[in-house]
């Protein structure tokens, strides 16, 4: 699969040659990118080894405001950075069945570091293979507990807070077929990712878990660039998974997916 990534992306190349020259990083790119994951879900099913664990189900819209900074460190050899807010909008959380339910929000941060490998560099585009790691914290609050159709535990009566890390790869690739248009995608994936969560509303306590599960996101969009500006507008899908175990007493599985739009500086 990647060697047909990589032919194709230098065929693209080669096939766009007669076309004017773009700079691919002369020496810092400076990026802020909104991504609106507005068609997205997340489901919980019971271990069957914990006694009382309840289905949860539900729509999850977020939004994902972020600032990526990349430096040319030597020739081929980039270091990147990237913070995003996560603002995860009001929706409704169902437990069981749709009469037993509950409204959510929450905030939250994320950030990612990385050293880029350019493996392909022309005045038509770039290939980077890059390696890093990344963390996010935040807290998803608890409302209005209805069962039945009466409320049971009325206002903000609990949360959700966690914390996601782990080591993550990827490849992104930006090359123009015209003067001022291209395309830019990138694939990333994280195989160990952990996710420490604090549970509170539900019993006297709050309830601590650990779960070790992983990731992987695509995105793609159509780049125009004039001079050292570039305006990017595509979408993104992600989707993360984590198992549960005998401490951990339902696996998650959460897909985010939606449009996003990306305004990038060359210096």
């Known amino acids: 699969m990647k060697k047909l990534l990589v032919t194709a992306l230098l065929s693209m190349i080669a096939a766009g040659s007669g076309f004017a020259k773009h700079n691919p990083a002369s020496f810092m790119d400076i990026s802020l990118r909104d991504w609106y994951a507005f068609d997205s879900m997340y489901d919980e099913y019971p271990s069957p080894t914990t006694p009382g664990p309840m289905y949860i189900w539900g729509k ?34 169902y437990l069981n069945s749709l009469q037993d339910k509950l409204t ?48 049971v535990n009325p206002g903000n009566f609990g949360y959700y807070a966690f914390q996601m890390l782990g080591p993550q790869f990827g490849m992104r690739a930006r090359f123009y077929f015209c003067d001022i248009i291209g395309l830019d995608t990138s694939i990333s994936g994280t195989p160990y990712f952990e996710n420490s969560s604090e549970v509170a509303g539900w019993s006297p306590t709050p309830k601590l878990e650990h779960a070790a599960g992983y990731n992987y996101s695509f995105k793609g969009g159509i ?31 959460i897909r985010y997916a939606g449009p996003y739009v990306e305004v990038g500086y060359t210096f």
Not at 144 to 149: H, K, M, N, R
Not at 228 to 253: C, K
Request: net charge negative; glycine share 8%; charged share 20%.
């Open 60 to 93: 999850f819209p977020s939004n994902f405001p972020e600032l990526t900074v990349k430096v040319r460190v030597f020739d081929f050899l980039f270091a990147e950075g990237s913070f995003s807010l996560i603002n995860i909008l009001n929706s409704t959380m």
């Open 104 to 151: 959510i929000d929450g905030t939250g941060w994320l950030i990612r570091a990385n050293i880029c490998f350019r493996v392909i560099e022309s005045d038509q585009g770039y290939l980077d293979l890059y390696t890093g790691f990344r963390y996010s914290t935040g807290k998803k609050n608890f409302y209005d507990y209805s069962s039945g159709g009466s409320i």
């Open 223 to 253: 780049v125009f660039d004039i001079d050292n500006l570039s305006i990017t507008l595509g979408g993104q899908y992600e989707f993360l998974y984590y198992a549960y175990d005998e401490l951990t007493s339902n696996d998650l599985t």
